[in-house]
């Protein structure tokens, strides 16, 4: 019994241990597809390199119309004696026009939290990114499954 | 008829962020769209749109087609003093709006 439940747990522990040694680079490699797949968010970053950290894009998984899909971007604080933000950029996928929205705080806020409803031209991966006021930038991504699309007579 | 409407707390404590939602009323027009004749309907959308506390502007969007039709926008802002909170925004027809609301530090 003992061994038997000696067997499982290495099994499990291994197959955990490969999968959390796998996800970051798994991670990666999403995240530098989404760059690649959409060519604002490219041009835009210039090669700079974002961190997919510190920062949530609420969007449903599953929108069942694209003329209004409700949007929420977070980036988590505390920001009070370092860097705030100050830029928060929207990069579409599919839309015809990929740079959705750009939202500027000249003041420093201590929560920052953006929420809207967008357009989406299909189902795509939209992209948040936000500038610091250091100039780092974190940047987060969410997929969205759409039934009927925003342009339908625009395609 | 009023073309927006802006909602912030009665009361916001001093110092702390506050939140800000604004709807106004727009078509948001994609220019992707025809009309019964076939004819392109242009692109018509609020362009940009600022936000301003005690005349410091303190949020302000740029915006495309990608946003949807009578945009909504909610935020934070941070209170200082008691005073105003005032929007504007044109339109890629250059039609101006503004509304503006209280805002009561306590």
């Given at each position: ?34 760059i ?17 950290e ?8 599953l ?5 209004a ?72 991504g969410a ?13 | ?17 506050f ?29 940009t ?58």
């Amino acid at each position: 019994m003992s061994i038997a439940n000696h067997r499982i747990s290495r099994r499990r522990a291994l197959r955990t241990g490969g999968v959390l040694a796998l996800a970051p680079w798994l991670a990666a490699r999403a995240d530098e597809r989404d760059i690649a797949n959409i060519p604002a968010l490219a041009a835009f970053l210039a090669g700079r390199k974002p961190r997919w950290e510190r920062m949530r894009l609420d969007l449903p998984g599953l929108a069942d119309n694209g003329q209004a899909v409700p949007m929420k971007i977070v980036v988590d604080g505390p920001f009070a004696p370092g860097p705030y933000v100050k830029v928060i950029r929207l990069f579409s996928q599919r839309n015809p026009v990929p740079e959705m929205a750009t939202f500027e705080f000249p003041v420093a806020v201590e929560r920052v939290e953006v929420e809207s409803r967008i357009r989406l031209a299909g189902t795509q991966r939209i992209v948040a990114v936000a500038t610091m006021s250091d100039d780092a930038l974190f940047a987060a991504g969410a997929d969205v499954v759409v039934t009927v699309d925003a342009c339908m007579d625009g395609t | 008829m009023p073309d927006a409407r802006i909602n912030v707390p009665a009361e916001v404590p001093r110092g702390k962020p506050f939140e800000v939602r604004l709807l106004i009323r727009h078509p948001m027009e994609t220019g992707y769209r025809t009309d019964d004749t076939g004819k392109q309907i242009p692109r018509n959308v609020i362009a940009t749109l600022t936000c301003r506390y005690n005349g410091e502007t303190v949020f302000s969007a740029r915006m495309s087609p990608g946003i949807a039709a009578n945009p909504y926008l909610r935020f934070f802002v941070t209170a200082r003093e008691s005073g105003e909170l005032a929007f504007e925004w044109v339109d890629d027809r250059g039609v101006r709006g503004s509304e503006h609301a209280a805002v009561t530090v306590v």
